[in-house]
């Protein structure tokens, strides 16, 4: 008996581990950023003819935990949000923060959906709902409106345009260049697609959220229209690049292109 005992003791313990391992690595925390053309309005919208009132710019951060993935989407919870947004006429600024979910995915086309439940100033119990709605840009960026209607009338719209820190900063695509890495999200590795116009030198690199260099595609002289790279998800040393955040570069001279995509176990 007293042998039977210790081992479902054992048992319950392994098994208490393998939940514990296995729990770490569905979350992937990402740290995110508001881009400049995030904003708060509140006022009329839809068929009413009182005016709208916009507060204006905001900003502020939250982190993205994967929380499961199933057949059609991959799940998300969104939490430790802090955003700030000035008060009109006040010279105030008010304080959001609360959590909340997204989700994207689809069948047949690639659509994302956002809910929040946030507090202002510790006082204004709000929940925002995006819906379904098609995607703008390109995951891991997200760019979306969630609205918190009070009545046909009067909505509280968060445009939320955000993406892992640091990545704001990254230069926009020269004339004629388009990079595609996909898919997004992917499970192992990614199928890199550049479209030159022209011939051109240059390098093709895969990065980490932190910028640094985890594996080169190309590098030398790339030809005039789609040139294909398969990243089989392994670093330069031939090692596992792990899950997470990571970033298709293409450098030509001073023109640089850049995709975002999440890679994840």
Not at 184 to 208: I, K, Q
Not at 226 to 243: K, L, M, P, Q
């Amino acid at each position: 008996m007293r042998s039977t005992a210790r081992w479902l003791a054992l048992a319950m313990v392994v098994a208490t581990s393998l939940v514990t391992t296995a729990a770490a690595q569905v979350l992937d925390p990402i740290q995110y950023a508001l881009f400049t053309k995030s904003d708060l309005t509140y006022g009329c919208t839809g068929p009413c003819a009182c005016p709208q009132i916009s507060t204006g710019p905001l900003a502020g951060t939250f982190t993205l935990y994967r929380t499961g993935v199933d057949p059609l989407y991959t799940h998300y919870a969104l939490l430790n949000i802090l955003w700030r947004y000035p008060v009109p006429g006040t010279g105030k600024t008010a304080v959001l923060s609360g959590r909340g979910t997204y989700d994207i995915g689809g069948e047949f086309a690639l659509v994302h959906r956002m809910q929040l439940d946030v507090t202002t100033d510790g006082v204004l119990e709000q929940h925002f709902d995006s819906g379904l709605v098609p995607v703008r840009g390109s995951f891991p960026a997200i760019d979306i409106d969630v609205h918190a209607p009070m009545n046909v009338c009067i909505d509280s719209i968060l445009h939320v345009i955000a993406g892992p820190q640091g990545t704001e900063s990254v230069p926009p695509s020269g004339p004629g260049m388009r990079l595609v890495a996909s898919p997004n999200p992917t499970r192992a590795g990614a199928d890199v697609v550049l479209t030159l116009p022209e011939a051109e030198a240059g390098e093709v690199m895969v990065l980490n959220v932190a910028g640094q260099g985890v594996a080169v595609l190309a590098h030398g002289m790339l030809p005039a229209g789609e040139s294909r790279w398969h990243w089989d998800g392994r670093t330069s040393a031939g090692t596992d690049a792990g899950a997470g955040v990571f970033w298709v570069r293409a450098r030509l001279g001073e023109r640089t292109v850049t995709q975002g995509f999440v890679r994840f176990r």
